[in-house]
């Protein structure tokens, strides 16, 4: 049987607890550390830290491939702090740091939250207690929180027209993808009026969010791409059919619009137009495309050789075919 303390990188957790030893003002050890599934674009471990007095607490470290280039890590804790502050149900911020030091990239850790991310598997969970559209209702209240969060609390949070950079980059990339050309032209033509900017997670998803046997929200789950800009990026991303994983619901694969919106509606005291949703849901399913066209890119260019970041490449026509069905 394996040593249930044992770790899987003794200089890591040897680095790891140093800096922990070095936040906490005491000698500290790490023990059971291991790698945790999912995330192409960065490291997730978990741990449990024993402490001087002899307690122990677990915590979580999500840092930067020691060979990838620095990211917004810093910022994402700062962004953790301001959730908080806004009810966002969030990990406990423990400390982060750019890239340096013991743990050599940039990273955070948060303390530890039970509960499941794996979507097949959260899927299946919701499914069987029935909890689908209360989830979907839950999502829409959480999303209000964080619209909530005041940009000028977090520093450095980029912005811009989310359209024009999504041109910008496909036209960079320099790929023939004649759908999404076609998509962008007809958002540019057929633009809703634009809405308040906020603080926009980003990544809202099934996937980021940490859901408990119960089949409520326990922690909202990788800021890494949030920015300003308007609050429907947010409840269209939920929705794209990239994140239903399969199912026919249209919220994350689990709940229905109308639980979501409704919810939504209620706890930010706004009334939500449905057809400036579609166009928004139009918008972020190309961007999905396009992001995997920057993530295989990631790996053919050897900036950072990865099985993970080459398979999604397959994903690209899959998301051409979607948005050509949205353009009917």
């Given at each position: 049987m394996p040593d249930p303390d044992a770790v899987a990188d003794p200089a890591l957790a040897g680095a790891l607890a140093e800096v922990l030893g070095e936040r906490w003002g005491e000698p500290v050890e790490v023990e059971a550390l291991g790698r945790l599934p999912g995330g192409s674009s960065r490291e997730s471990w978990s741990c449990t830290v024993r402490r001087s007095d002899g307690s122990r607490r677990r915590v979580v470290l999500r840092?930067?491939?020691?060979?990838?280039?620095?990211?917004?890590?810093?910022?994402?804790?700062?962004?953790?702090?301001?959730?908080?502050?806004?009810?966002?149900?969030?990990?406990?911020?423990?400390?982060?740091?750019?890239?340096?030091?013991?743990?050599?990239?940039?990273?955070?850790?948060?303390?530890?939250?039970?509960?499941?991310?794996?979507?097949?598997?959260?899927?299946?969970?919701?499914?069987?207690?029935?909890?689908?559209?209360?989830?979907?209702?839950?999502?829409?209240?959480?999303?209000?929180?964080?619209?909530?969060?005041?940009?000028?609390?977090?520093?450095?949070?980029?912005?811009?027209?989310?359209?024009?950079?999504?041109?910008?980059?496909?036209?960079?990339?320099?790929?023939?993808?004649?759908?999404?050309?076609?998509a962008l032209r007809h958002a540019a033509a057929n633009r809703p009026p634009r809405g308040p900017q906020v603080v926009v997670h980003g990544d809202f998803r099934t996937g980021n969010l940490l859901v408990g046997p119960d089949g409520s929200i326990r922690a909202v789950l990788d800021w890494e791409l949030a920015h300003r800009g308007d609050p429907l990026e947010d409840l269209a991303w939920l929705c794209a059919k990239p994140w239903r994983f399969g199912s026919d619901l249209p919220v994350g694969g689990f709940g229905n619009l109308d639980a979501l919106v409704s919810a939504y509606e209620e706890a930010a005291g706004v009334t939500v137009d449905r057809g400036a949703l579609a166009w928004w849901e139009l918008v972020e399913t190309l961007r999905w495309g396009i992001i995997c066209i920057v993530q295989v890119l990631t790996h053919t260019s050897g900036a950072l050789r990865s099985v993970e970041l080459a398979a999604i490449g397959r994903r690209v026509c899959e998301v051409e075919w979607d948005v050509l069905q949205m353009l009917g």
């Open positions: 840092r930067d491939p020691p060979a990838a280039p620095s990211s917004g890590l810093v910022l994402e804790a700062d962004l953790l702090g301001a959730a908080a502050d806004a009810g966002v149900p969030v990990p406990g911020l423990v400390t982060a740091a750019v890239a340096g030091g013991p743990l050599v990239s940039a990273y955070v850790i948060v303390d530890f939250v039970d509960g499941e991310t794996i979507p097949r598997r959260v899927l299946r969970m919701v499914a069987e207690s029935g909890t689908g559209d209360a989830l979907a209702a839950q999502c829409g209240r959480v999303l209000a929180a964080v619209h909530t969060m005041a940009p000028a609390s977090v520093p450095g949070l980029p912005g811009g027209d989310q359209l024009e950079q999504l041109r910008g980059l496909l036209d960079h990339l320099g790929q023939p993808h004649p759908a999404f050309e076609l």
